[in-house]
């Protein structure tokens, strides 16, 4: 009202204009706003408004990958105490092999029989190279107490599930545009570590091939079969993601039942608590757009 009273009595000053850059107009203060200021406001522009059902269905790709851990974690429990042994590590080391292929030979649209040649390549110089490597790792930890082991890859466990990329992979996708990140290579060699540090622990030679070579299997490949399933269908992705989880809780309730409550608990938390507080606090988000904010591009700059 007084703005308005002072432009009334002082018609010789020149009429306020909004310009981004120019300095200060004569006449008026540097922080001067006319009543065209608010008309700009926008609330909730950019809130986006989540359905708890999809929000439950995205989690799951979180609790499948937990289910994953979880079963390398009973694996290496079961070999540690001699309930497995080397040939059935080796027996399911080339079971997981062929039927990670044949899934993403049935779920990967392109895929060439150039890129299958180059996976089986890979894949042989890999093996290889750990066979070569195992009396490395049989020895690597010898001078390092149990509980220095124990703690240490409990630690790198809990770095890999938190670095993790659970929309994606940690291998290219056949006909992927982007590579993976940064945080999901440290969340991959944080991995690899702690199987190097478990399979260290082991009695024989073989025993550590077997279980290095079935750990990085399952980190490396895993993550990408559940990307071609999950692209392929998600209806596939759900039955495959409940199967997992109803014998990742039969393994560990057979293991120790203390664990299997806490992995049910954890399962339930991811799975349906989180979504739920995740639609609940957005009735609080509050978010204010207006003339004051930057300038933003609405287009991708390309060169």
């Not at 990670?100 to 649209?109: E, N, Q, R, S, Y």
Request: hydrophobic residues 50%.
């Amino acid at each position: 009202m007084d703005k308005t009273c002072e432009e009334i009595l002082s018609p010789s000053r020149p009429k306020w204009r909004k310009v981004a850059y120019g300095g200060m107009q004569p006449g008026y203060d540097d922080n001067y706003t006319d009543e065209s200021f608010l008309e700009g406001m926008v609330m909730n522009a950019n809130v986006v408004k989540r359905d708890l059902v999809k929000v439950m269905k995205d989690s799951i790709s979180i609790s499948q990958y937990l289910c994953i851990v979880s079963l390398v974690v009973c694996v290496w429990t079961y070999t540690l105490e001699s309930n497995i042994s080397e040939a059935s590590l080796l027996i399911l080391d080339v079971g997981l092999l062929g039927s990670g292929f044949l899934v993403l030979l049935l779920t990967a649209k392109k895929l060439s029989i150039r890129l299958l040649c180059n996976y089986l390549l890979n894949i042989s110089f890999f093996i290889s190279g750990l066979y070569i490597l195992a009396p490395i790792y049989h020895t690597l930890t010898r001078s390092i107490s149990s509980d220095s082991i124990w703690a240490l890859t409990a630690s790198l466990l809990v770095l890999h599930l938190f670095l993790h990329d659970y929309a994606g992979s940690t291998i290219r996708p056949p006909g992927a545009l982007t590579n993976p990140t940064l945080t999901s290579n440290i969340s991959l060699n944080a991995s690899i570590v702690a199987s190097v540090l478990i399979a260290s622990r082991l009695p024989s030679r073989l025993q550590v091939f077997a279980i290095v070579l079935f750990s990085l299997q399952v980190f490396l490949f895993a993550p990408l079969i559940t990307y071609c399933i999950k692209k392929y269908s998600f209806v596939l992705h759900l039955l495959f993601s409940f199967g997992l989880m109803v014998v990742t809780l039969g393994f560990v309730f057979t293991l120790h039942r203390l664990l299997f409550v806490l992995l049910l608990s954890l399962l339930v938390f991811v799975t349906i608590i989180c979504p739920y507080w995740l639609i609940k606090i957005q009735e609080y988000k509050f978010e204010i757009n207006g003339p004051w904010d930057e300038a933003k591009l609405c287009f991708d700059i390309t060169e």
